[in-house]
């Protein structure tokens, strides 16, 4: 591939070797809720200039707050961590150690993050109700809500707004890449970029090609996002083929639709299939408390979405309770009620 060096940059591979990767200077994020507070956290985290746009400004200025307490919960872990080791060796090994062992613990374990470079990741992100901000972008990552006519609205002014270089992904967990890209003129530059809740310690991203998407363009994201940390790990992006539900949401979505099953036929009852599914299969959250985590406004949207959609070997099975808790407004853990009940969330 020819590359136009003033997009690209060379970094070192650990073959020690370089390796051209697109230069991202500056990232719009559209859609400051659940997902874009936490995508504007990592970009930011990762040195890019980060502009971050919702429908107002109170809810940009919630966005914001957000992710200055996902930031001080980070600063916090690292400034605790060299004790946490010593406490650990202390009480674990029965060893106690002395000062000049604690000082090199303390030496090894330096915060990567402090108040100081918390304030500078802060600084890089600006929030925004209007679009002036997005005429020097070279990415968007759009998170607003999974409607599919929002979401070509949306597209159709960001192609008019951001430069032509720009890519413009999309983090939908469930609509097709390429009726979004056929709002645009510039469809090879529409990807998926699906990240996974809560994106700041979940690393994986499903990178999702459209018919249209160039070849390029996914080379690009892939190798942008395999540069990416989030707060714990290098993020790990995976091609993925545009179907319902992806990769990811495609097995996940069965397992829960088995399991709202087992409930509805009072095969287990609802504590007993959280407990089957973490004791005897390994996974650290059942089914429900995984549904509460998720929020049942988004499994009966991404359910709809998923059945309007053609293809993808999905098991079909009634899941009345999801339809049932969503007009209740029963949504999980962000109404303080679904399968189970969250006392300390402030509803309303
Ligand atoms: N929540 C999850 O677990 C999860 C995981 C992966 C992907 N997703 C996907 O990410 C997207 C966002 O999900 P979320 O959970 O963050 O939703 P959310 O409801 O928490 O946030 C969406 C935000 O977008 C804003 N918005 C709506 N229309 C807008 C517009 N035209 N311009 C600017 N802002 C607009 C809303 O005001 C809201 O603040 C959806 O497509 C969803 O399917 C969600």
Not at 182 to 195: C, D, E, K, L, N
Not at 269 to 296: H, W
Request: hydrophobic share 40%; with cysteine.
């Amino acid at each position: 591939m020819i590359f136009n060096q003033s997009r690209y940059v060379e970094l070192p591979t650990e073959q020690g070797n370089s390796h051209m990767v697109l230069f991202v200077k500056k990232i719009g994020v559209v859609g400051a809720g659940a997902m874009g507070h936490q995508i504007a956290d990592i970009m930011a985290l990762n040195e890019k200039q980060v502009i971050i746009k919702d429908v107002n400004m109170e809810l940009v200025n919630k966005a914001l707050r957000n992710v200055e307490k996902l930031l001080d919960d980070l600063v916090g872990f690292h400034i605790t961590k060299a004790d946490r080791e010593i406490e650990r060796i202390e009480k674990q090994d029965g060893v106690m150690l002395t000062e000049e062992q604690k000082k090199k613990i303390r030496e090894r374990l330096r915060p990567t993050y402090d108040e100081e470079r918390k304030k500078e990741i802060m600084s890089r992100i600006k929030g925004t109700e209007s679009w002036d901000g997005f005429r020097d972008v070279d990415l968007v990552v759009e998170a607003i809500a999974e409607n599919i006519d929002a979401k070509k609205e949306l597209f159709r002014r960001l192609d008019e707004i951001c430069p032509r270089h720009a890519i413009l992904a999309t983090n939908t967990s469930t609509l097709s890449i390429t009726e979004i890209a056929s709002a645009t003129q510039r469809p090879q530059r529409v990807i998926g970029m699906h990240f996974f809740n809560p994106p700041v310690t979940l690393p994986l991203i499903e990178v999702i090609a459209g018919l249209e998407t160039s070849e390029e363009t996914v080379n690009d994201i892939i190798d942008f996002a395999q540069t990416l940390r989030n707060h714990r790990y290098f993020m790990q992006p995976i091609c993925v083929k545009e179907t319902p539900g992806f990769l990811v949401n495609r097995i996940l979505g069965a397992m829960l639709r088995e399991a709202f099953a087992c409930y509805e036929e009072n095969v287990a009852s609802l504590r007993d299939i959280d407990l089957a599914m973490k004791a005897g299969a390994g996974m650290p959250m059942g089914p429900f408390e995984l549904a509460d985590l998720i929020g049942i406004d988004i499994l009966y949207q991404v359910d709809e979405s998923m059945k309007r959609m053609q293809g993808g070997l999905l098991q079909q099975r009634p899941i009345q309770i999801i339809k049932r808790m969503y007009y209740a407004r029963r949504w999980g853990r962000k109404t303080g009620r679904g399968f189970y009940e969250y006392p300390s969330v402030e509803t309303g």
